[in-house]
T-cell receptor, first 111, second 113 residues
Framework: EDKVVQSPLSLVVHEGDTVTLNCSYE??????LLWYKQEKKAPTFLFMLTSSGIEKKSGRLSSILDKKELFSILNITATQTGDSAVYLC???????????FGTGTRLTIIP | KAGVTQTPRYLIKTRGQQVTLSCSPI?????VSWYQQTPGQGLQFLFEYFSETQRNKGNFPGRFSGRQFSNSRSEMNVSTLELGDSALYLC????????????FGPGTRLLVL
């Protein structure tokens, strides 16, 4: 069965700090790994990673995939209170019919 | 382009009743997936529809069913509701089969009393 594990489960930091969120996976026929941010309701898409070692960047957020070690990290620099959310990583299963999600990392930024 | 819409946004039902939730995907998207999110279990896959056909189903009992219409809109039905069915139900759409980027709707919060 496909498995996605995130750590830490929760993280509390001060505004301006840099954080690193971790995601490891065991997925049959791996194709990609996705990161989402969930604030109140719907998860919003952040990144899709398919190739090892190539960093994807969007403003203060960046992410990279290591297909040899089967993990990905999401970095947020100069954190702001608006970054407080649950960050989810997910991987499509065999045939891409479904996403297997990790339990998420709850990030809280203290002003 | 309008995002994924779900109706209703909130529902309160009692045990034993049934419920139907609706999802309209982003225009042009043909794949709709449904997920259940609870504090204890996180986000869990229910099923995915593409071109009116169910492509895959998660590990949920037969009380959970769905369908997709020719315009790609999808409905999910839960019969004989149980207290444990209280959850946020999310649908997500994507362009088509093998398109991994799924865009989520706001969800329907179901409370079963």
């Amino acid at each position: 069965e496909d498995k996605v594990v995130q750590s830490p489960l929760s993280l509390v930091v001060h505004e301006g700090d840099t954080v690193t969120l971790n995601c490891s996976y065991e997925v049959t026929n791996f194709r990609s790994l996705l990161w989402y941010k969930q604030e109140k309701k719907a998860p919003t898409f952040l990144f899709m990673l398919t190739s090892s070692g190539i960093e994807k960047k969007s403003g203060r957020l960046s992410s990279i995939l290591d297909k040899k070690e089967l993990f990905s990290i999401l970095n947020i620099t100069a954190t702001q209170t608006g970054d407080s959310a649950v960050y989810l990583c997910a991987a499509p299963g065999f045939g891409n019919e479904k996403l297997t999600f990790g339990t998420g990392t709850r990030l809280t930024i203290i002003p | 382009k309008a995002g994924v819409t779900q109706t209703p946004r909130y529902l309160i039902k009692t045990r034993g009743q049934q419920v139907t939730l609706s999802c309209s995907p982003i225009s042009g998207h043909r794949s709709v997936s449904w997920y259940q999110q609870t504090p204890g279990q996180g986000l869990q896959f229910l099923f995915e529809y593409f071109s009116e056909t169910q492509r895959n189903k998660g590990n949920f009992p037969g009380r959970f069913s769905g369908r997709q219409f020719s315009n790609s809109r999808s409905e999910m039905n839960v019969s004989t509701l149980e207290l444990g069915d209280s959850a946020l139900y999310l649908c997500a759409s994507s362009l088509g089969h093998f398109q991994e980027t799924q865009y989520f709707g706001p969800g329907t919060r179901l409370l079963v009393l």
